[in-house]
Every structure is written in structure tokens, then in C-alpha cells.
């Protein structure tokens, strides 16, 4: 560990730039928020007014949060969920014994460029009311004709798909990062012991993969909550009826088109308090696995 | 028979993974060829699947509109800058997190994990407050030093470092090197496939960044490209000009893409090199 036992100062003008950063930059600016949270402003003077927890009691009784909140967690299962499955199915696809195996891992990778907003406005022309392909395949097909302009679900699915698609990418670069991680003896010896492809795939590889899992579940729950503002914004501006105003789009709605400060930095101290639970479960599952590194 | 169903299975598989890719591909495809086409073209019923001849002057259309390369600029002097600032304070502080003992090394995990949960949008209304203060809203400063700090960098790094041999350090340190000498003319050169992933990360990264941008940005000559994006979009609701839209989508999208396939080798091997730990 110590290999330049004679350099006594030199490791903490190493970490000197990153610390300083993070603590002026991430935990001072937190703590702040904090602060602002049991407070808010008083418009006439225009200074800050004690108010205990009157932002989260409120904040927890406003239907319009709550609903908002409900659509959150809605997007997020969705984009988690499916996302994952549908990254993960194609991971194993790239990574059988098959022609073309390096070409597929390679054709899949580049949505991660893309950005949230490029995703929205190119599904956004799929889904658009008038000329949108997906449109007319419904329309033809249903006899209903979405508009994602005055129709809540048509807006809700086109945000959701659009970030699935998003985050395809990167799901499955680290798929195929963990599946070639898995030891190629004890899949053979799961096979040669009887056990069927599907049971390999439980009994083997999923549990070598948890700690992948763990990881995309945290960075898609980043996504959802945080990543998918810019879709939003652009896309839907939180519409139709609200009903894709997720929390991020909220807490820059309160904070910054309504004035209301400390409402929105209560809840901005919440999706801290969810983004810690996912990353504690992150961690922890990552820690616990180390049991199956050797 | 086994090898008839083996041969069967391979082509089944084969044709899911090239009808997911044509599905995962289409918006792509279908944005290049309405980038192609005049407005009237755009809306043409049955709608055209194959490519007109319009590209260049919808692109110089869209390149006008939203001041492109204003926007361009802007953010590439972001990009790299956090980029390249990001990957030297994480190598700073991995190499001293990995080579000395020093009160508060022991810190490094509670940081990463404290960073890794406050993501920006977290803090983002003092955040603003500060920035005010500072008198950095509508700079590059505003911009980049915010995200300086990486922990992900920091880790990706220590991994690495902790595979390298010990006694590379020693042999250094006997020849009369200094600790910086080490890391500059042994441990980087062997540093440079995570430092290329991690460059695509970051360049991709802060080149899709938008929600903090949109806030401390109001100058419309400080504007970066994913705002040029909203512009563009929002500007015709209704009756969009998707030709002229995605035109700028495309210029919009290419530098963080061209990144990716410049390096998607180093950047795989990054990614494997970090889940292995």
C-alpha cells in the first residue's frame, strides 16, 4: 500500500482537487438544501422564515405531488423493468456461440450516445398525431388515433419507450461485460451435471450477474428520475394533464418557474432519500457477492 | 438430428438479434431520411421510407435557425474541458489512494458513495443560489466546475492501479524516481484504455447534459447544443418541420457518437475491466 513511504504530504495534495470539489460543489450545496427545506421564503421581505416541517407535511398531502410521485414510480418500474429484461435478453443473444457474435455487441452499444432529448423528438416522430408510423399502425389496426399532445397514456408510453430505447445501450454493453465475466467451467459443469440451458441460466449465471443487476438498476433509477427531465421538458412539458410531471420536472417547476424554494428542495432532500436506498442496495448486493468471487 | 436442431436454434437467434436491430435502428434511419426531405415531402402520405435529396439545405436550414455553431462550440469547450479535468483529478487522487497510507484514506468510500448519491438535480436550487453569488451563472465556469469531481473516475482508476504490480513501484522508487515521475512515465502509459473509456463516458455524458445547462444558461451565446435541440423542436409545434428538426438532430448527435466508435474498444474493456473488480 505505502510504496513512497518518504512523501508524507504528497497523497493529500493528490486528493486536494477532487475533496475540494466534492465538498464545496456536492456535500455544501446538499447540506443547503437541507437547510432550505424546513424554511421558506417570505416574498415581502424577501428573507428566509422558519417553518419546521410544514414543506414535507404539505408536500406529502398535495394531491398534485402525489400524483406525480405515483407517475414517477410508474415510469421508473416500467423503464427499469423492461428495460432491463429486453437489454438483457439481447446480451445473451450477442454472446451465444454464433457467426457475428462481435458485430452484434458492436451494432447495439450506440443509443448510448444518444441523448434523452434526441430520443424524445425522434420517437416523438413516430408518435406523431399526423404523420407518425406508430400512429397509423394503430390507427389502422384499433381504430383509435393517438395524440400524444391531449392524450395522457399516448404521452406516458412515448416517454417510456423512448427511454427504454435511451438506455438500451448502455444496459447492454454492461450485460455482455458481465456475462463474459462468467466462468465458462461452471456453466459446462452445470450441463454436464443435467442441468438445462434455463437451469444453467438461474442456478449459474444469474447469481454471477447480481452485481451488474445491482448497478443497472441503480444508474436506469438515476434515469428515470433524474436523466429523464430533458425528454420530458422538451417532449411533453409535463403534459398532457400532468401526467408526465415527474419529481424532477416538479422540483424545477417549484423551485424555479413558482418561486417556491424550500417546497422544492423538500422534495428534492426525498429523491435524495430514494436515490440513497437504491444506491444502499447497490452496494450492498455488490459486497455480498464477493462471496462468489473465489 | 442434434445438429439440425443446433443449426436451427443458431438461425432462430440470428434472425431475433437482426429484427431487434432493425427495430432499435428505425428511429435512426427514419430521422435520416426525413432530414432528406422537403417539408412537403416530409408529409407525404404514404409516408416516404427512402431518401430525397434535400439533406445539405436542410441542414445549413437548421444550422442557421438555432446559430449552430455557437452552440457546437459551446459545448465542446465543455465537454473536454470537464472531460479532461475529470480524468486527471481522478487519476491524482486514485494513484495517492492506492500507492500511500495517509490519514483519511479511509474516506474514499463514504465520498463515493455520498457523490454517487447526490446527483446534481439533488442540489441543483443552491446550487443555482451559489452560482449566482459567485457571479458564474452564464459562464463556463458555471458550466464545468461543478462537475469536476469524479468518484466513478476515482474507482475506475483504483482497480486498475491495484492490479499493477508492486514491484513496479519499488524498482521506480529504488532507481531514485519520484512518486510523480512513477506516475507519469510508468503507470499512465499503462493507464490508457481506462483513460479512454472513461473520456467516453464523460464526453458523452456532458455533451448530453441539459437540465443544469437550461438553468444557469440564459445568454443565448452561453447555449448548448441539447438546448439548440428544444429550440428546434419547440419552435413549430403542431405543424413541425420534422425535415428541418431532424437535420439539427443529426449534426446535434454525431460528436459524442463519433467519440463512441472511436473508442468503443477501449471503452468495452473499461466496462469489463470494472465489473470484474
Known amino acids: 500500500m505505502d510504496r513512497f513511504p518518504n512523501h508524507r504530504f504528497l497523497p493529500y495534495a493528490l486528493v486536494f482537487p477532487s475533496i475540494t470539489v466534492i465538498a464545496i460543489f456536492l456535500i455544501y450545496p446538499f447540506g443547503q438544501a437541507i437547510y432550505q427545506s424546513f424554511h421558506r421564503i417570505n416574498p415581502v421581505r424577501r428573507q428566509l422564515v422558519y417553518v419546521g416541517w410544514r414543506n414535507y407535511v404539505e408536500m406529502f398531502r398535495s394531491p398534485e405531488y402525489l400524483y406525480s410521485f405515483r407517475n414517477t414510480f410508474i415510469f421508473a418500474v416500467l423503464v427499469i423493468g423492461l428495460g432491463l429484461v429486453i437489454s438483457l435478453c439481447i446480451a445473451l443473444l450477442t454472446t451465444q456461440n454464433i457467426r457475428g457474435a462481435g458485430f452484434y455487441q458492436v451494432a447495439f452499444v450506440w443509443t448510448y450516445a444518444m441523448s434523452p432529448i434526441i430520443a424524445g423528438v425522434m420517437w416523438s416522430l413516430i408518435f406523431d398525431p399526423s404523420i407518425g408510423l406508430m400512429t397509423h399502425v394503430i390507427g389502422n389496426l384499433t381504430g383509435y388515433w393517438i395524440n400524444f399532445f391531449n392524450d395522457t397514456v399516448a404521452a406516458f408510453i412515448l416517454v417510456t419507450v423512448a427511454s427504454i430505447w435511451v438506455m438500451l445501450g448502455y444496459n447492454i454493453v454492461f450485460f455482455i461485460a458481465g456475462l463474459q465475466n462468467v466462468p465458462h467451467e461452471l456453466k459446462e459443469a452445470a450441463s454436464i451435471d443435467g442441468a438445462t440451458t434455463w437451469q444453467v441460466f438461474w442456478v449459474v449465471t444469474f447469481p454471477m450477474l447480481s452485481p451488474t443487476v445491482a448497478f443497472l438498476v441503480f444508474v436506469n433509477t438515476v434515469y428515470a428520475f433524474f436523466q429523464s427531465f430533458g425528454l420530458v421538458d422538451v417532449v411533453t412539458m409535463g403534459g398532457p394533464n400532468r401526467s408526465t410531471e415527474f419529481l424532477i420536472y416538479k422540483i424545477y417547476k417549484d423551485g424555479f418557474g413558482r418561486m417556491q424554494e424550500g417546497q422544492a428542495a423538500a422534495q428534492s432532500v426525498v429523491l435524495f432519500i430514494i436515490i440513497a436506498i437504491v444506491g444502499a442496495i447497490q452496494i450492498y448486493t455488490s459486497t455480498k457477492s464477493a462471496v462468489y468471487d473465489r | ?277
Open chain 2, 1 to 277: 438430428m442434434a445438429v439440425n436442431r443446433k443449426l436451427i436454434t443458431k438461425i432462430v437467434i440470428h434472425l431475433i438479434l437482426i429484427s431487434t436491430l432493425i427495430v432499435v435502428a428505425f428511429p435512426i434511419y427514419y430521422a435520416l431520411v426525413m432530414a432528406t426531405h422537403t417539408h412537403q415531402d416530409a408529409y407525404a402520405f404514404p409516408p416516404k421510407l427512402t431518401p430525397g435529396k434535400e439533406l445539405f439545405s436542410n441542414i445549413k436550414e437548421a444550422w442557421q435557425r438555432v446559430k449552430m455553431a455557437t452552440l457546437l462550440k459551446n459545448s465542446l469547450i465543455i465537454a473536454i474541458t470537464v472531460s479532461i479535468g475529470k480524468i486527471t483529478f481522478s487519476i491524482l487522487a486514485a494513484f495517492a489512494f492506492t500507492h500511500f497510507k495517509f490519514k483519511g484514506s479511509w474516506l474514499l468510500f463514504p465520498l463515493a458513495m455520498v457523490t454517487q448519491m447526490m446527483p446534481l438535480p439533488v442540489r441543483v436550487i443552491p446550487l443555482y443560489r451559489m452560482m449566482a453569488q459567485l457571479g458564474w451563472l452564464n459562464t463556463y465556469w458555471a458550466l464545468t466546475v461543478p462537475y469536476l469531481a469524479s468518484t466513478t473516475g476515482i474507482i475506475l482508476f483504483r482497480q486498475f492501479y491495484l492490479t499493477v504490480p508492486a514491484e513496479l513501484a519499488d524498482a521506480a522508487r529504488v532507481d531514485g524516481a519520484t512518486p510523480m515521475q512513477y506516475l507519469r512515465r510508468i503507470l499512465l502509459p499503462l493507464s490508457w484504455t481506462n483513460v479512454a473509456a472513461l473520456l467516453v463516458i464523460e464526453f458523452v455524458y456532458m455533451w448530453n447534459e441539459y437540465l443544469w445547462p437550461n438553468i444557469a444558461i440564459t445568454a443565448s451565446n452561453m447555449r448548448v447544443a441539447q438546448m439548440g435541440l428544444r429550440m428546434l423542436y419547440t419552435s413549430e409545434r403542431g405543424a413541425a418541420e420534422w425535415n428541418i428538426i431532424m437535420a439539427g438532430t443529426l449534426i446535434i448527435m454525431l460528436p459524442p457518437l463519433i467519440i463512441l466508435i472511436l473508442f468503443r474498444k477501449q471503452f468495452s474493456e473499461g466496462i469489463a475491466m470494472q465489473t470484474t473488480k
